[in-house]
């Protein structure tokens, strides 16, 4: 799939032109039981770097991601776990996320590595938006750098 770990956590990374898209895996443990949540996300590197020259760039922002999402609420099925009780379920947990990755999280990634996608998901506004971006403080910025990327293409936004 192309993605290389981040060493301080479960992320995944792979630059892909002009973004990084990132897989997440949340390891939750209670007791004897540790639960895997997956999750998606996508830096358009234009946005986040015409966004930090306006703020003033640091260490934590080199891997903002501009939109992203937990798989099993992308669904609508709500926050989606798989158990990991015994080391016999770390192979079948490992194939249930790398096709629950393949069936939503690749297509996730696919669609929101535009940022034509993005500003018509935000301008809209309304449950999609705020699922992929929950920060809504951040809209207004990211609508902002978005259209200018746009118009500097070209393009205009619906």
Same mark, same amino acid.
């Given at each position: 799939m192309g993605f290389k770990r981040r060493r301080r956590d479960y992320t995944y990374r792979r630059?892909?032109?002009?973004?990084?898209?990132?897989?997440?895996?949340?390891?939750?443990? +209670?007791?004897s039981l540790a639960q895997v949540s997956i999750d998606v996300a996508v830096r358009i590197h234009a946005i986040e770097e015409t966004i930090d020259g306006?703020?003033?760039?640091?260490?934590?922002?080199? +891997?903002?991601?501009?939109? !992203?999402v937990e798989l099993g609420n992308w669904t609508g099925a709500g926050w989606r776990s798989w158990n990991l009780a015994t080391p016999e379920d770390v192979a079948p947990v490992r194939a249930a996320l790398v096709a629950e990755f393949r069936r939503v999280g690749q297509p996730f990634l696919e669609r929101f590595s535009s940022v034509a996608e993005i500003q018509q998901v935000l301008s809209k506004g309304g449950d999609e938006a705020r699922l992929?971006?929950?920060?809504r403080?951040?809209?207004?910025?990211?609508?902002?750098?978005?259209?200018?990327?746009?118009? !500097?293409?070209?393009?205009?936004?619906?």
């Open positions: 630059e892909a032109g002009p973004v990084r898209q990132y897989v997440h895996l949340t390891i939750a443990k +209670d007791r306006q703020e003033g760039s640091s260490k934590n922002s080199r +891997d903002r991601a501009t939109v !992203g992929v971006c929950p920060l403080e951040r809209w207004p910025e990211i609508l902002s750098v978005s259209r200018t990327i746009l118009a !500097g293409h070209g393009l205009t936004s619906t």
